[in-house]
């Protein structure tokens, strides 16, 4: 049964740094590509980055220059580095994971608030 668990969330002030980690247990890690995305209280759900088997990332613009995401393979992780963080960056942070991305990931974490102020 797969499991994912995220953790590193917290409070910060504005400009600070938080790194999410996303720590996955049984499937293959190494085969999937891993999302992140969040959810801010009455707004949808919201695409934020993710890395797929070879490396290859993207991002929502509006985290680009600031976020960065990373994977170890041989500790079936995903790192989500960010930096400069805004108010607006306040939101639950999901790990999603699987051989399908996104809202459509196969395998979801409980979540991690991320609470930013200003």
């Known amino acids: 049964q797969v499991q994912l668990v995220e953790s590193g969330g917290g409070s910060v002030q504005a400009g600070g740094s938080l790194r999410l980690s996303c720590t996955a247990s049984?499937?293959?890690?190494?085969?999937?590509?891993v999302s992140w995305l969040r959810q801010a209280p009455g707004k949808e759900r919201q695409f934020v980055a993710d890395?797929?088997?070879?490396?290859?990332?993207s991002y929502e613009d509006s985290v680009k220059g600031r976020f960065t995401i990373s994977r170890d393979n041989a500790k079936n992780t995903v790192y989500l580095q960010m930096n400069s963080l805004k108010s607006e960056d306040t939101a639950v942070y999901y790990c999603?994971?699987?051989?399908?991305?996104?809202?459509?990931?196969?395998?979801w974490g409980q979540g991690t608030q991320v609470t930013v102020s200003s």
């Open positions: 049984g499937g293959t890690f190494r085969n999937w590509v």
């Open positions: 890395i797929n088997w070879s490396g290859y990332t």
């Open positions: 999603a994971a699987g051989l399908r991305s996104r809202w459509s990931a196969d395998y």
